[in-house]
């Protein structure tokens, strides 16, 4: 069986292919470039260098999630779109058994760590049992002082990966007392890979889906959903629906004015987005770059008082 394999789900964008069991060539990029830019062109060269035609393809699999909520609806999309053409089902694979599937290490607890930030993380905790990956706790997203207690109460050496362990190892070193270790950098970032031949395994389990139905799996509502939930519980839903309020119940200023978006917005958007999405954020070349496509329509909210941008939207 022929799977074509895909992860968007943090920074590394990545493709492999795996043939009967056997890993035949995977594409990893793991630099700040716009997933939607490369995804495509990384696919398209591993099959022409693996000499493998789509039709040789007999099902998809992909990061299913947690991780980047932009890089997920990439990903997402992407099998979507393949699959329904194609005709083949989707394989999801959970973003943190496939992250801990590139480390091999008997007796002891494997814990992926990706930042869920405000000190919150993406995590689960496994074990081998033989060649298998065993799940000891589930795929959650909790904070980082919890995670530590029930590793200490655990009491059983632990390998961190992820790219958690970056931005938590000073907290890790400071909190946890059992005998700890940390992947190498080739190692702790997500590889289509191992999504691969775990895909593999899921499939033979009967553990798939067709394209139409795949949703990733984000394991936390998105700031829209968020204010959507906090505005049912207040009771003020039908003021969210007009428009009237946005987070933290500020009203929409009189004074905005919504017109199309321009190069120079790119650097004011480009620090706005820093704030908010961090190493995620596009930077201001993507901001500038986006005004010139063709297929692109941005707009942005500027308070014609101050001169600040409030916000920007816009599709491909």
Known sequence: MTILAIDSSALPVSSAIV???RL????????????????MPLIHDILE??????KDIEALAVSGGPGSFTGLRIGSATVKGLGEALNIPVIPVPTLKALSYNVFCPDTLIVPVM?????????AIYEYEGENLKTLME??????????????TMGKKVIFTGDGTVSFRDKIEETLEVPHYFAPPHLYMQKAGAVAV?????????????????????????????????????????????????????????SLIIRQMKKEDARELAETEKKIFGKSAWSENDFVETTALEYAYYLVAEDSISGRIAGVCGYR
Request: hydrophobic fraction near 30%; glycine fraction near 4%; include cysteine.
């Open 19 to 21: 043939r009967d069991h």
């Open 24 to 39: 035949t060539a995977e594409f990893t990029i793991s630099l700040k470039l716009t997933h939607s830019e490369t995804l």
């Open 49 to 54: 260098k693996s000499g493998t035609e789509l």
């Open 115 to 123: 930042d869920a930030r405000r000190q919150n993380t993406y995590t």
């Open 139 to 152: 795929q959650c997203i909790i904070p980082l002082s919890g995670l530590l207690e029930k590793l200490n």
């Open 198 to 254: 775990l895909a593999e395994k899921l499939f033979e389990e009967g553990k798939y889906t067709d394209a139409a139905s795949h949703r990733p799996d984000y394991l936390k509502l998105s700031q829209a959903e968020q204010e959507l939930k906090s505005a049912k519980s207040e009771g003020r839903l039908a003021d969210l629906a007009e428009g009237t309020y946005i987070s933290k119940k500020k009203k929409i200023s009189d």
